[in-house]
C-alpha cells in the first residue's frame, strides 16, 4: 500500500477564518485602519493581499490601499537560482510614507522572501512602520524575521514541502504539507 505523501493541514474554510482573525487582529493592533496600507508579495500574497483588503473595508467601512511587490531583483540568491529572473509588475499607486504597511505572503519559512521585500519595500519611501501577515508559519527561519500576524503555525520538516493553493490561481483553497522529500516552500 502506498503511503499518502500529502496531508491537508487547511481548508477554504480554515483559510478564510485565519484571514478573518488576521484582519480583525491589524484593525485591534492599529486601533483602526486610518493610517495602515496593504502590500502584497507577488503571486500568493498578493492575492491574500487583495482578500484582507476585502475584509478590512468591510469591517471598517473602509478603502484601504492595496498594492504587489515583486522581491525577483532583491533576492539575495538570484544568481544562485535563476540564469534569466523573470522580473514582474510591481503596482504600489500611493504613498508609504508614514503608513504602516502590512506586508501580506503565503508561507513564512527563512524569511528571505521578507528580508527582500522589506529593502523593495523601502526604495518607495520610508514607512512608519512595517507588519508581517503570513497565512502559514513552517519554521526553520535563517535571519531574524517573526510574522505579526499568522494564520496557522505548521511544524514541518526541511524536506516537507509547504502548498498553498489558491482558488484565484489554482481554482481552489487549501494547504498541504507534501512528504515526498521535494522541500522547499
Given at each position: 500500500?502506498?503511503?499518502?505523501?500529502?496531508?491537508?493541514?487547511?481548508?477554504?474554510?480554515?483559510?478564510s477564518l485565519a484571514l478573518n482573525?488576521?484582519?480583525?487582529e491589524?484593525?485591534?493592533?492599529?486601533?483602526?485602519?486610518?493610517?495602515?496600507?496593504?502590500?502584497?508579495?507577488?503571486t500568493g500574497g498578493a492575492v491574500l493581499a487583495d482578500r484582507l483588503k476585502k475584509i478590512l473595508d468591510g469591517i471598517c467601512d473602509a478603502d484601504v490601499s492595496v498594492g504587489i511587490i515583486d522581491i525577483?531583483?532583491?533576492?539575495?540568491?538570484?544568481?544562485?537560482?535563476?540564469?534569466?529572473?523573470?522580473?514582474?509588475?510591481?503596482?504600489?499607486?500611493?504613498?508609504?510614507?508614514?503608513?504602516?504597511?502590512?506586508?501580506v505572503d503565503d508561507v513564512l519559512y527563512t524569511g528571505r522572501t521578507v528580508r527582500a521585500a522589506l529593502d523593495a519595500?523601502?526604495?518607495f519611501g520610508r514607512p512608519r512602520a512595517i507588519q508581517l501577515a503570513i497565512l502559514v508559519d513552517r519554521g526553520h527561519r535563517e535571519l531574524p524575521i517573526?510574522?505579526?500576524?499568522?494564520?496557522?503555525e505548521i511544524p514541518t520538516s526541511k524536506s516537507e514541502?509547504?502548498?498553498?493553493?489558491?482558488?484565484?490561481?489554482?481554482?481552489?483553497?487549501?494547504?498541504i504539507i507534501d512528504r515526498s522529500?521535494?522541500?522547499?516552500?
Open positions: 500500500m502506498a503511503k499518502n505523501m500529502t496531508v491537508k493541514v487547511m481548508s477554504d474554510k480554515s483559510i482573525r488576521i484582519a480583525h491589524i484593525i485591534e493592533k492599529n486601533k483602526g485602519v486610518d493610517d495602515v496600507v496593504i502590500v502584497g508579495i507577488r525577483t531583483l532583491y533576492r539575495d540568491d538570484i544568481q544562485v537560482k535563476l540564469d534569466q529572473p523573470l522580473v514582474q509588475k510591481t503596482e504600489i499607486l500611493f504613498d508609504l510614507v508614514d503608513k504602516v504597511v502590512v506586508l519595500i523601502v526604495d517573526r510574522a505579526d500576524y499568522a494564520g496557522k514541502r509547504v502548498e498553498v493553493h489558491l482558488k484565484e490561481i489554482s481554482g481552489k483553497d487549501e494547504v522529500g521535494r522541500g522547499g516552500v
